[in-house]
């Protein structure tokens, strides 16, 4: 593995920025404002994945215990199916969970297959299908994940915080 894992710094956001423009088309790759929205909103977490100095991966993720939400998962084209999606996403699970959320969402285009088979691989199930969500005009699936330790007693405490 070239690539370690660490905590996002201030310096990193440019690098980001463009990370995200790379991965996603226009109009669902986030501005530079809404990317900095996220990463500084209280409970944002992020995990870099760097390769020598240059950024090949990111993930956002916001805590509100019990639940947390996955706001992007960014890996370099040339960085797909090497591992480092799977890296950043089992830490962050991990950080999250010693943190005491139960249970993480996500939204998945629909018709993003590659994504969607990484997340239900990953353990996330679809709940839903938010209607046009993105662009307005593409729909996504909502997506979860009880993590480990938490079960029946998480799904519970969900419901009856989610009413």
């Not at 994945?49 to 706001?71: D, K, Y």
Request: hydrophobic share 40%; glycine share 8%; aromatic share 8%.
């Amino acid at each position: 593995m070239p690539w370690k894992l660490r905590p996002y710094q201030p310096r990193d956001f440019a690098a980001l920025h463009r990370l995200d423009q790379d991965c996603f088309p226009p109009g669902i790759a986030y501005t530079r404002a809404g990317l900095r929205y996220f990463l500084n909103q209280n409970g944002a977490q992020c995990l870099v994945a760097e390769e020598g100095r240059r950024i090949v991966g990111f993930l956002v993720a916001e805590e509100n215990r019990p639940l947390a939400h996955i706001i992007t998962l960014d890996v370099e084209e040339g960085h797909r199916k090497r591992g480092v999606g799977t890296a950043l996403l089992k830490e962050m699970e991990q950080n999250l969970a010693a943190r005491g959320v139960q249970a993480i969402l996500l939204e998945a285009a629909v018709n993003n297959e590659t994504a969607v088979a990484f997340w239900r691989k990953h353990g996330y199930r679809s709940e839903a299908v938010l209607k046009r969500y993105y662009l307005g005009r593409v729909d996504a699936y909502e997506m979860r994940k009880v993590l480990p330790g938490a079960g029946e007693a998480g799904r519970s405490e969900e419901k009856s915080r989610e009413r």
